[in-house]
């Protein structure tokens, strides 16, 4: 018998249809063959410190760094019964083998493994390593599945990543928090990347806008412009309206006429960074919507192949493939059939461009799967069918030809002043055009504009009018999701060529299935806001860069921790030498913390997005405490570490007491450390005083000779 292991219920699913396994017990599926269970994301999570020793609970400046010798690891309490399920089949007598069927990438292979090394498991595991979720792929999985030992490395590279997160975080927000009397949360990834915002803000802040000035000429078909050896830039008004009245009505000659083919190369397909620009740039969405519609389509709607990947090539072995797929975009998307048909007739141009062996990794580039032949037929979410259209534009676009065009440049003499204009004509659209018809025509830049004018070296034409145009420098944009994902993939260094940005990638900060939770957790956090499509710092997210040590907020010392974990993931590096690395890092953070004086700062309280009034501070982590219909809850249960202090409404023992608990109850626990409240004993109303001890750890209440103690439950 064998036991296969997914990330979620709904992938168990779609693999238990293919292999025929119908039975539904608790927690799994069976047939005679296989029994199919599944993780429900992480089971297993590292250990919050107070688990290797008591007196972590209390944070504490002198308790910091804090290393653990190994570390530890937790059930996660929200779902302790599936991870019992999963580890009572591991541990089956009746299982001789184990697929390990989690998403094919690092974060999928760290939720296996977690699970199968604390199950204490040590049976064969083979693994399922697929980039499409549609039957035919699954089957074909099957057929092929690897040995698991092989993505060993990419393991120790989760792994890695996993510890590195918690010693940089546990420690530094723990320094931060207690140094300043605020909870301040501090990130190995997240905290460079608000570090990219708040400079740029500064940057736009300290701007000073300077006016300048251009000499315009009209010439009908035409518009030049005034220029010398340093640009067209006049930075005196004076001067810019001397030269327009020098050469108002005075005939000019034509000095200089040049016409060059140039051509414009198709883009790349998309990885998951690039689609989710695309989405933020054309449909305004976040990239965590973009994701979620990728993830979509790949799982639920079998329309799109797996999102998580930071390649824009395919293999080799797919290149027999595009015909046929060509064809079902075709038959299934309506309005693709010009675009499909151009592109067959031509020759489908897959170059080095698209199929590219030595750049795939763990899996190709995004493209369409062969059930988009039937997708007519699909009732996509608005979202969902906003991001097929720009992977199926992208997949038809990239077979296409360049786009050719005719550039012309014009130089102009008038009364010894020189005058140049730029224009194109295309002459072969190219994938321009397929990405005009399936997508919709973006406006063109004034450089754009056709030339058409007859004219040759030596011809004279007065303009029909010369003017002087007042204009002033622009501060840098803010980042929007787009540039901000741009930054995030170069560690915050310009780059326009999409070939460079490529060879990049590896030292970037996050990776593409990541960033887009950093940008969300940095929003939830209150240090960055949603602005229109702009990303905008806080108060709070300008202090916390203003306070923390520069090494905790460069990008380029970020960017080469993930091009370490990319080593390690290869066999290039060493998992126990990033962790030593890591862990001299955070001693240097920690020291230089402790030393350094105290800045002058003043936090806002932040709430998250409830606009309900707090009930007061959490005596845990010092976020603010909310009342919902059935408990008191802390609002850091959503951050790292997160923080579990809750009161329950209906606890049993509670109730047992006759005890009542209002929202003011609760205020003065929280303000005062104790309470008064109203209990039933013996069928007695009685006084009662409730108490906060070991930092709202316990709660300790006590009649008049009768104490006790009650542990407060955590979710």
């Known amino acids: 018998m064998k036991l296969i292991v997914t990330e979620k219920p709904s992938v168990a699913k779609d693999i238990a249809r293919v292999l025929n396994i119908k039975r539904l017990r608790d927690g799994f599926m069976e047939n005679q063959d296989y029994k199919i269970t599944w993780c429900v994301g992480h089971l297993i999570q590292l250990s919050y410190p107070e688990e290797y020793n008591p007196k972590y609970k209390s944070w504490n400046v002198n308790d910091l760094p804090i290393f653990p010798r190994q570390f530890k690891y937790m ?3 929200s779902t302790e019964k599936q991870y019992e399920t999963v580890k009572t089949l591991m541990l089956d007598d009746s299982i001789d ?7 094919a990438g690092r974060e999928g292979q760290l939720i296996f493994g977690y699970v199968y090394v604390n199950a204490g498991c040590s049976k064969t595991v083979k693994r399922l390593w697929i980039s499409s979720m549609t039957d035919e792929a699954i089957s074909e999985g099957f057929n092929e599945l690897k040995d ?5 490395s990419l393991y120790q590279s989760a792994k ?6 918690w010693l940089v975080g546990i420690n530094a927000t723990r320094l931060f928090t207690v140094k300043y009397n605020q909870m301040l949360t501090i990130g190995r990834v997240q905290t460079p990347t608000l570090s990219l915002i708040v400079s740029r803000q500064k940057e736009i802040d300290d701007f000073v806008s300077q006016p300048f000035y251009e000499v315009s000429a009209d010439c009908e078909m035409f518009t030049a412009t005034w220029f010398n050896k340093n640009g067209t830039r006049i930075d005196k008004l004076e001067k810019a309206e001397e030269i327009a009245s020098k050469c108002q009505n005075k005939e000019g000659t034509v000095t200089k006429l040049q016409t060059k083919r140039a051509t414009v190369e198709r883009p790349l397909l998309y990885d998951l960074t690039e689609l989710q620009r695309d989405g933020n740039r054309r449909y305004g969405y976040s990239a965590e919507q973009t994701l979620d519609a990728a993830q979509s389509l790949y799982e639920k709607y079998k329309l799109a192949t797996y999102p998580r990947t930071d390649s824009r090539y395919l293999t080799k072995d797919m290149k027999t493939k595009l015909p046929a797929l060509l064809q079902n975009i075709k038959d299934g998307w309506k309005g693709s059939e010009y675009c499909v048909d151009k592109v067959i007739k031509q020759k489908i141009n897959a170059d080095k461009r698209v199929i590219d062996d030595s750049k795939v990794t763990d899996h190709h580039a995004i493209i369409i799967t062969p059930n988009i032949k039937n997708v007519s037929s699909v009732k996509l979410p608005e979202r969902e069918a906003n991001i097929l259209r720009l992977i199926v534009a992208r997949f038809i676009a990239v077979l296409d030809r360049k786009q050719e065009y005719d550039q012309t440049d014009i130089e102009l003499k008038i009364e010894n002043e020189k005058f140049r204009a730029r224009g194109k004509k295309v002459v072969i659209p190219g994938w321009k055009e397929v990405e005009d018809i399936m997508l919709g025509k973006v406006k063109e830049d004034a450089e754009d504009k056709e030339i058409t004018v007859n004219l040759r070296v030596d011809d004279k034409l007065t303009p029909k009018e010369i003017k002087v145009l007042t204009k002033k420098t622009s501060p840098p944009k803010q980042y929007t999701e787009a540039t901000l994902l741009t930054a995030m993939e170069t560690a915050g260094k310009q780059i326009e060529d999409e070939k460079l940005r490529e060879e990049m990638k590896s030292i970037g900060l ?20 949603r602005n229109k499509k702009n990303l905008v710092p806080t108060q709070n997210g300008i202090q916390l860069i203003e306070i923390v040590p520069e090494k905790l907020k460069k990008p380029d010392l970020t960017g080469e921790w993930e091009s370490e974990l990319g080593k390690i993931a290869k066999k290039e590096a060493s998992s126990k030498d990033f962790i030593v690395n890591i862990k001299k890092y955070v001693a240097e953070i920690i020291k230089e913390g402790k030393t350094s004086s105290t800045k002058h700062v003043n936090f806002e309280s932040t709430g998250g997005k409830s606009k309900r009034d707090s009930i007061g501070i959490c005596p845990r982590c010092g976020r603010e405490i909310y009342e919902s219909k059935k408990n008191f809850f802390c609002t850091g249960y959503k951050n790292f570490p997160s923080c579990k202090f809750t009161i329950w409404k209906e606890d049993k023992i509670l109730q047992e007491k006759g005890i009542i608990l ?22 007695q109303e009685l006084n009662l005083i409730m108490k906060l ?16 103690e009650l542990k407060m439950q955590e979710n």
Do not use: H, W
Request: proline share 4%.
């Open 160 to 165: 890695s990543r996993s510890e590195a997160d």
């Open 75 to 77: 059930v996660n309490p």
């Open 148 to 152: 698991n030992k092989e993505y060993f």
């Open 97 to 103: 083998e184990i697929i390990c069927a989690t998403d």
């Open 662 to 683: 209002s929202k003011e109850n609760v205020s003065q626990l929280l303000k005062n450390k104790q309470t008064k409240v109203k209990a039933t004993k013996d069928g």
């Open 693 to 708: 001890v070991d930092n709202g750890y316990r709660v300790s209440y006590e009649f008049e000779s009768e104490p006790e």
């Open 510 to 529: 996050g990776t593409p299935a990541t960033r887009a939770g950093i940008i969300e957790k940095l929003i939830s956090v209150g240090y960055i806001k």
